[in-house]
């Protein structure tokens, strides 16, 4: 299987050669050539299978320059019971005869992002010795909290890489910020900077265009490397949870191979459910994918009038991670819509750039109102569904999770449509345990609390388990206390890595 960019379907390149560079040179995302197809009798015989059978199922056909001792070694090392505290890895509840929950937060940072970002490293390292690769990969990563920590325990004590994560001195939660400070392993660095998300990001990308610098790494034997979400690497590995919910169903008697499933994704990168889409055009029998957006609804305005634009007002939400306005991933799921239009897709991405608009055509049109259903949910809406969940089938959700059973509720009553619907549960409830027991309680229910009462206060109210990691937390030592100017950024890689 090859790889092309959707802005050059002429580049033609190994999966190993997508997951080390990230990016293609013209600026487009890594896209399979053609989608593997799979039988039905395949999809059945995954019902007996356990999570890593089910992911060398998934991954074999597409990253076919792998040996499957490399793959095994890659999956075994990424899926244990011991970063998941559970066998199955991905399990589903049920909530009722039409509904279930694919809990995708067992790992070890409690959202959705370790699905990927525990068997990225292992690819990419993989990915390196296969391109005759000598050098260390050191991953930079600014982040506004969930991706930095995910990041972080992916890349911890992996041979051959180094990881420095640079975090907003007063734009992380509380619970994130002690998640980084505490990180252990040996190829660890953190820091904070004096300013917000874009302060650190700006920083980062600009030791990423330094080419001065870039040399001297390289004449140290180092290359640099992202681990955000445009890489192959991060996207493959959620198109196995869709198939792992699917073959649950059938294991559990709720559906027969071949019945089609509801999707509902809460999306803000458009990874997560672009992923759903490529397992079914692998075959994965699905009905409708429902994408649900926050107040930030810039996809819900997309998918219903085929209008991407930008240009409005941000939004700080109960539900953090979905606080996008430029969906990366959706360049991918357009690329495939065009039938691999890369002219196209490079003229409305540089659209987009310059204008913060563009309008697909009505072919486009026709197919997303196909295929997806969009909707959004504001933080009342989103509250009052965690509440009414809760109520109703004793079972917490986080605020992202809301915001999907809060636009799935509406496409029911929309639709009246009952087909049996997974929908993707991407935090904990401890990840995001104040919104979650002002939306049970109220305000003056939190007030004056610190975190750890916080999470005893949310497992007394919803009977579940308090991750270990988190509250391991409380007992944890503060090893990074760095804090930096913007401008000091690249000095604090330099010192990580002893240049000269
Ligand atoms: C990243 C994230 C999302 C959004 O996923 P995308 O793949 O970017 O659409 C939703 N929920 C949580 C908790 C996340 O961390």
């Known amino acids: 299987m090859q790889y092309q960019s959707t802005r050059d379907n ?197 030791i990423f265009t330094d080419e001065s610098y870039k040399n001297l790494l390289a004449r140290n034997h180092f290359k640099l490397s992202s681990a955000n979400s445009i890489n192959w690497g991060r996207l493959v590995p959620q198109i196995v949870y869709y198939f792992s919910a699917y073959a649950d169903l059938i294991a ?69 991670s979905m606080d996008i306005l430029i969906s990366s991933n959706l360049e991918r799921f357009l690329y495939d819509l065009t039938g691999g239009n890369d002219g196209q897709i490079a003229e409305w991405m540089k659209k987009l750039n310059t204008e913060g608009v563009y309008e697909v055509g009505e072919d486009v049109k026709a197919k997303l109102s196909e295929l997806f259903w969009a909707g959004c949910a504001d933080d009342g809406e989103t509250k009052a569904t965690i509440k009414k969940c809760a109520e109703d089938f004793d079972y917490v959700i986080d605020t992202h999770t809301g915001v999907a059973k809060a636009v799935y509720d509406k496409y029911v009553s929309e639709t009246g449509d009952t087909t049996k619907t997974v929908i993707a549960s991407t935090a904990s409830p401890f990840k995001f345990n104040q919104s979650v027991l002002i939306a049970l309680e109220d305000y003056s229910f939190v007030a004056g609390k610190d975190e750890f009462t916080l999470l005893e206060e949310l497992h007394e109210k919803s009977g579940m388990q308090i991750p270990k990691s988190l509250a391991e937390l409380k007992n944890k030592q503060v090893i990074f206390d760095l804090v930096c100017g913007k401008e000091q950024m690249q000095q604090i890689v330099s010192d990580f890595l002893m240049l000269e």
């Open 10 to 206: 002429g580049c033609s390149v190994s999966a190993a050669q997508a997951i080390k560079q990230g990016l293609s040179a013209e600026g487009g995302l890594f896209v399979p050539e053609s989608f593997p197809k799979v039988s039905l009798e395949e999809i059945g015989a995954l019902a007996s299978k356990n999570y890593h059978e089910r992911a060398y199922f998934v991954l074999s056909r597409f990253l076919t320059d792998f040996t499957e001792d490399e793959l095994k070694h890659c999956i075994n090392s990424a899926y244990t019971k011991e970063k998941f505290e559970t066998d199955s890895i991905a399990p589903v509840y049920k909530l009722n005869d039409s509904t279930y929950v694919l809990e995708l937060w067992h790992g070890p940072t409690c959202a959705f992002k370790d699905m990927a970002l525990q068997i990225l490293p292992h690819l990419l390292t993989t990915s390196m010795k296969k391109t005759n690769e000598t050098d260390e990969v050191v991953i930079l990563v600014a982040t506004s909290g969930d991706t930095g920590k995910a990041a972080l325990e992916g890349f911890k004590d992996v041979n051959g890489t180094r990881i420095i994560v640079f975090y907003p001195d007063n734009g992380v939660s509380e619970i994130q910020k002690l998640q980084m400070v505490t990180q252990e392993g040996n190829n660890v660095s953190v820091a904070a900077v004096e300013g917000n998300f874009d302060d650190a990001q700006n920083g980062v990308k600009k």
């Open 252 to 320: 559990n008697g709720e559906i027969s191979a071949g019945d089609k499933i509801n999707v509902v994704v809460p999306t803000g990168n458009f990874g997560n459910i672009l992923a759903s889409y490529y397992a079914m055009k692998m075959g994965l029998p699905v009905a409708k994918f429902i994408c649900a957006s926050n107040e930030n609804n810039v996809l819900t305005d997309f998918i219903r009038t085929g209008v991407y634009n930008k240009n409005r007002e941000f939004h700080t939400t109960i539900s953090p």
